[in-house]
């Protein structure tokens, strides 16, 4: 009887769970500062049922009484609560151990004039070349291209230096290559990368020099995953080009300390554009890094991250040389305190060192020479090397304000000589006996030594109103210890200069349930870099023209106001972001005929005027457009635009380099497990050109993309994409020319075709 009993509650029992289930609605906040969280995912143990916060931070789900809900979301505790009322107002706290400071937590939508947070998912269904991959969606930016492998983020009128790239708050790699073809995002994991970080301007001076923006990029760290064993595997493949990806991540976390160790691949082939052309643009990396870290108490920390790079058969489409080797380490130390008692609340200290080993040739090493190879022998190999670090200090000098106080150093040093042996005479094709040799000097031996003081200050008004000042100066040596002899006689002198570069900002923004408002003005300078200051008679440009530097150069400095202002409504929100900027002293190169050299360089062309690089003054204006719709639960619709007016006041034309206007279409559905996102870019054409750059218009472009993923359990991921849908022909207004065609009305570097892309990942 008793067993009768038994087996029929158990019978009965999911007919009883049903009838016991509710409808529980509630709310997911930030628990620091009472923001609404969106897209906190809500899972139930002991049933499937899965829900996600909307734009408010409100959810509803359908599940037994009592029963116990999860609060998942990226860079926040796990949170688990019990089912038992009908209405949650659930405070998820924000991970309490922070590798490095950041700016401000959220989405897009959330402070889009101080920061920007990028966390998509999608981008792991198709194989990012490098790190810049993931800047391809995120509103105002633009992406550069010199080879698959030298991508570079552009925002506005700001690009290379002007923007202040760092990875975890600090670490700096500093490329090698005077033609960028080893940037920093080239020595980065693109699958470690957590979120990104943007400051749109001056307004912030806690991570060195500041004319344009600061980008952050945060990655994954050991302790991210909870205590104990965690690993990933994962890759993926490309059909044009036939790329392979592969990774995978081992992490051990325990009370008092952490260890994690990672590894990629990367082989990708030459790929076929939208027009049926195929674009040199093979590459194969090797990357690992070691991560460890030691917990002294919950809220002190000691870490160390050792990274290692091996770049081999590089081609790039942009330069009339090729890479067999690409080689780069990282290490940063680094020990940081939060939440103490008394005036001080935290302490970071943080010191970093990176190499980078870069060899350019046209034959040397190289798998597949180029055409001209042997009969000319060209050979680059430079390195450069980088150190720095910070100390920091928050402290608060009275009730509702935080102070950032502290000093900060980047160290840079170049160097490299490229050699060229002309074996055959070049107009009547005769052996050479002996052959020409020439040797350039590539970076002169140069050095920059950047050492900062700053503090920034955070205050509290009343419940709406917040406010932000801050202030830095940069006291910067520049030297160039090698100098080419044509160089002191074109300018008398090459160095040392010593350069004192202050910053300033301030900003307020206001919040209530449905509207914010950011208002923020900033001046922000920047010392010459080696290319601008001490690069020869080298093509360093999207041209094939040679560059000069300018020794006697200023320090270039942005004035900018910008205001946010957004409205949210139940699903609804928009944003509109205007922003204006004067800049002094701006840098940019002009083509100088009483420059012009003897000789059109080793490839033996005519010779052209080179680019000098000048002070010019100049402005620009823009606005950034940002609007999202949950249509239902399981439909959304997302949409920004972009617009750039740059003007050169010195030269009464168009600023060079500047993307034109650009538009991004989203409609994404989700439902528990799976997910389909499609995705469009309308970029239209730029008729703002400089003459004096040796600039042309560039044609306009629609590109659609479409992305699905599946988790079919918790340990899963698998995804699959159509890049390019339509097969367009299409390139940048940024790129570089094709193998450095002659002027800009060369073909350009074309991206892409149509490309199908395949991706798997298992979580443990």
Same mark, same amino acid.
């Given at each position: 009887? /008793?067993?009768?009993?038994?087996?029929?509650?158990?019978?009965?029992?999911?007919?009883?769970?049903?009838?016991?289930?509710?409808?529980?609605?509630?709310?997911?906040?930030?628990?620091?500062?009472?923001?609404?969280?969106?897209?906190?995912?809500?899972?139930?143990?002991?049933?499937?049922?899965?829900?996600?916060?909307?734009?408010?931070?409100?959810?509803?789900?359908?599940?037994?009484?009592?029963?116990?809900?999860?609060?998942?979301?990226?860079?926040?505790?796990?949170?688990?609560?019990?089912?038992?009322?009908?209405?949650?107002?659930?405070?998820?706290?924000?991970?309490?151990?922070?590798?490095?400071?950041?700016?401000?937590?959220?989405?897009?939508?959330?402070?889009?004039?101080?920061?920007?947070?990028?966390?998509?998912?999608?981008?792991?269904?198709?194989? %990012?070349?490098?790190?810049?991959?993931?800047?391809?969606?995120?509103?105002?930016?633009?992406?550069?291209?010199?080879?698959?492998?030298?991508?570079?983020?552009?925002?506005?009128?700001?690009?290379?230096?002007?923007?202040?790239?760092?990875?975890?708050?600090?670490?700096?790699?500093?490329?090698?290559?005077?033609?960028?073809?080893?940037?920093?995002?080239?020595?980065?994991?693109?699958?470690?990368?957590?979120?990104?970080?943007?400051?749109?301007?001056?307004?912030?001076?806690?991570?060195?020099?500041?004319?344009?923006?600061?980008?952050?990029?945060?990655?994954?760290?050991?302790?991210?995953?909870?205590?104990?064993? &965690?690993?990933?595997?994962?890759?993926?493949?490309?059909?044009?080009?036939?790329?392979?990806?592969?990774?995978?991540?081992?992490?051990?976390?325990?009370?008092?300390?952490?260890?994690?160790?990672?590894?990629?691949?990367?082989?990708?082939?030459?790929?076929?554009?939208?027009?049926?052309?195929?674009? %040199?643009?093979?590459?194969?990396?090797?990357?690992?890094?070691?991560?460890?870290?030691?917990?002294?108490?919950?809220?002190?920390?000691?870490?160390?991250?050792?990274?290692?790079?091996?770049?081999?058969?590089?081609?790039?489409?942009?330069?009339?040389?090729?890479?067999?080797?690409?080689?780069?380490?990282?290490?940063?130390?680094?020990?940081?305190?939060?939440?103490?008692?008394?005036?001080?609340?935290?302490?970071?200290?943080?010191?970093?060192?990176?190499?980078?080993?870069?060899?350019?040739?046209?034959?040397?090493?190289?798998?597949?020479?180029?055409?001209?190879?042997?009969?000319?022998?060209?050979?680059?190999?430079?390195?450069?090397?980088?150190?720095?670090?910070?100390?920091?200090?928050?402290?608060?000098?009275?009730?509702?304000?935080?102070?950032?106080?502290?000093?900060?150093?980047? $160290?840079?040093?170049?160097?490299?000589?490229?050699?060229?042996?002309?074996?055959?005479?070049?107009?009547?094709?005769?052996? $050479?006996?002996?052959?020409?040799?020439?040797?350039?000097?590539?970076?002169?031996?140069?050095?920059?030594?950047?050492?900062?003081?700053?503090?920034?200050?955070?205050? /509290?008004?009343?419940?709406?109103?917040?406010?932000?000042?801050?202030?830095?100066?940069?006291?910067?040596?520049?030297?160039?210890?090698?100098?080419?002899?044509?160089?002191?006689?074109?300018?008398?002198?090459?160095?040392?200069?010593?350069?004192?570069?202050?910053?300033?900002?301030?900003?307020?923004?206001?919040?209530?349930?449905?509207?914010?408002?950011?208002?923020?003005?900033?001046?922000?300078?920047?010392?010459?870099?080696?290319?601008?200051?001490?690069?020869?008679?080298?093509?360093?440009?999207?041209?094939?023209?040679?560059?000069?530097?300018?020794?006697?150069?200023?320090?270039?400095?942005?004035?900018?106001?910008?205001?946010?202002?957004?409205?949210?409504?139940?699903?609804?929100?928009?944003?509109?972001?205007?922003?204006?900027?004067?800049?002094?002293?701006?840098?940019?190169?002009?083509?100088?005929?009483? $420059?012009?050299?003897?000789?059109?360089?080793?490839?033996?062309?005519?010779? /052209?005027?080179?680019?000098?690089?000048?002070?010019?003054?100049?402005?620009?204006?823009?606005?950034?457009?940002?609007?999202?719709?949950?249509?239902?639960?399981?439909?959304?619709?997302?949409?920004?635009?972009?617009?750039?007016?740059?003007?050169?006041?010195?030269?009464?034309?168009?600023?060079?380099?500047?993307?034109?206007?650009?538009?991004?279409?989203?409609?994404?559905?989700?439902?528990?497990?799976?997910?389909?996102? $499609?995705?469009?870019?309308?970029?239209?054409?730029?008729?703002?050109?400089?003459?004096?750059?040796?600039?042309?218009?560039?044609?306009? &472009?629609?590109?659609?993309?479409?992305?699905?993923?599946?988790?079919?359990?918790?340990?899963?991921?698998?995804?699959?994409?159509?890049?390019?849908?339509?097969?367009?022909?299409?390139?940048?207004?940024?790129?570089?020319?094709?193998?450095?065609?002659?002027?800009?009305?060369?073909?350009?570097?074309?991206?892409?075709?149509?490309?199908?892309?395949?991706?798997?990942?298992?979580?443990?």
């Amino acid at each position: 009887m /008793k067993k009768t009993m038994f087996y029929a509650i158990l019978l009965l029992m999911p007919f009883w769970m049903a009838a016991q289930q509710w409808q529980v609605k509630g709310t997911v906040k930030d628990a620091t500062d009472g923001e609404p969280l969106p897209g906190v995912a809500i899972k139930c143990k002991e049933t499937s049922a899965t829900a996600y916060t909307d734009i408010n931070g409100k959810f509803e789900i359908r599940v037994p009484k009592g029963s116990t809900l999860v609060f998942m979301k990226e860079g926040y505790e796990t949170k688990t609560v019990k089912a038992d009322k009908k209405y949650l107002e659930v405070l998820l706290s924000p991970k309490s151990i922070h590798l490095a400071p950041v700016m401000l937590q959220g989405d897009p939508m959330r402070s889009v004039v101080h920061s920007v947070v990028v966390m998509d998912e999608t981008k792991r269904n198709s194989q %990012p070349r490098n790190a810049a991959d993931l800047f391809a969606d995120v509103p105002g930016f633009y992406i550069q291209k010199r080879s698959n492998t030298s991508l570079e983020p552009s925002l506005r009128a700001f690009k290379y230096e002007q923007m202040n790239i760092r990875l975890n708050g600090g670490d700096k790699i500093v490329n090698a290559c005077p033609n960028r073809m080893d940037p920093m995002m080239a020595h980065v994991i693109p699958e470690d990368i957590r979120k990104i970080e943007v400051v749109k301007g001056p307004f912030t001076v806690r991570y060195g020099q500041t004319f344009g923006a600061v980008i952050n990029m945060v990655t994954h760290q050991p302790r991210d995953y909870g205590v104990g064993t &965690h690993g990933t595997l994962e890759g993926g493949y490309e059909t044009n080009g036939h790329n392979k990806v592969a990774r995978g991540e081992l992490a051990y976390v325990a009370e008092k300390y952490d260890l994690g160790i990672e590894g990629e691949y990367r082989d990708f082939g030459d790929y076929v554009d939208g027009a049926g052309v195929l674009t %040199p643009a093979g590459f194969k990396t090797t990357s690992y890094s070691v991560k460890a870290g030691y917990q002294f108490a919950e809220n002190k920390r000691f870490y160390v991250d050792w990274h290692q790079k091996f770049g081999r058969d590089i081609k790039h489409a942009g330069l009339m040389m090729d890479s067999p080797i690409d080689d780069s380490h990282l290490l940063s130390l680094g020990y940081k305190a939060v939440k103490l008692p008394g005036k001080i609340k935290s302490v970071e200290a943080k010191a970093y060192s990176s190499y980078v080993d870069h060899l350019m040739t046209n034959g040397y090493l190289l798998k597949e020479p180029r055409p001209n190879y042997p009969a000319i022998d060209a050979r680059t190999p430079v390195f450069s090397e980088t150190r720095g670090g910070k100390v920091e200090i928050g402290w608060k000098p009275a009730d509702k304000w935080f102070v950032y106080s502290g000093v900060d150093a980047d $160290l840079i040093h170049r160097d490299g000589t490229k050699t060229v042996i002309i074996n055959v005479n070049l107009n009547t094709g005769q052996p $050479l006996d002996p052959p020409i040799v020439k040797k350039m000097k590539v970076w002169q031996n140069a050095c920059i030594r950047d050492f900062g003081i700053y503090s920034e200050a955070h205050k /509290k008004l009343n419940d709406r109103w917040y406010w932000t000042t801050g202030a830095r100066i940069d006291y910067v040596y520049s030297n160039a210890k090698d100098p080419d002899p044509e160089m002191l006689q074109i300018y008398g002198s090459v160095g040392p200069k010593k350069d004192i570069v202050p910053s300033v900002n301030t900003s307020f923004k206001y919040k209530d349930d449905d509207w914010r408002f950011e208002a923020a003005v900033g001046r922000g300078g920047r010392t010459p870099s080696m290319i601008e200051r001490y690069i020869h008679r080298f093509i360093v440009g999207e041209d094939s023209r040679e560059y000069i530097g300018n020794p006697h150069l200023r320090p270039e400095y942005n004035n900018q106001v910008e205001f946010y202002g957004q409205r949210d409504w139940d699903q609804m929100q928009l944003g509109v972001d205007v922003y204006a900027s004067y800049f002094q002293d701006y840098i940019v190169p002009v083509i100088t005929p009483s $420059l012009m050299g003897t000789s059109g360089g080793c490839g033996g062309g005519a010779p /052209k005027a080179p680019k000098q690089f000048r002070n010019v003054d100049a402005y620009q204006y823009g606005f950034d457009i940002l609007f999202k719709a949950y249509l239902n639960d399981n439909w959304i619709f997302s949409a920004d635009g972009s617009y750039i007016y740059a003007w050169n006041l010195s030269l009464g034309e168009p600023l060079a380099q500047v993307a034109p206007p650009m538009a991004h279409l989203g409609l994404k559905y989700t439902k528990d497990n799976y997910w389909v996102d $499609l995705r469009s870019e309308w970029v239209a054409k730029q008729t703002h050109y400089a003459p004096s750059f040796g600039e042309t218009p560039t044609p306009g &472009h629609v590109k659609w993309d479409l992305r699905a993923g599946w988790r079919p359990n918790e340990h899963w991921s698998l995804g699959a994409a159509v890049l390019n849908l339509t097969n367009a022909a299409y390139y940048n207004h940024l790129n570089f020319a094709f193998r450095n065609a002659d002027e800009l009305n060369g073909r350009r570097i074309y991206e892409p075709g149509r490309n199908f892309s395949f991706y798997v990942k298992y979580k443990f």
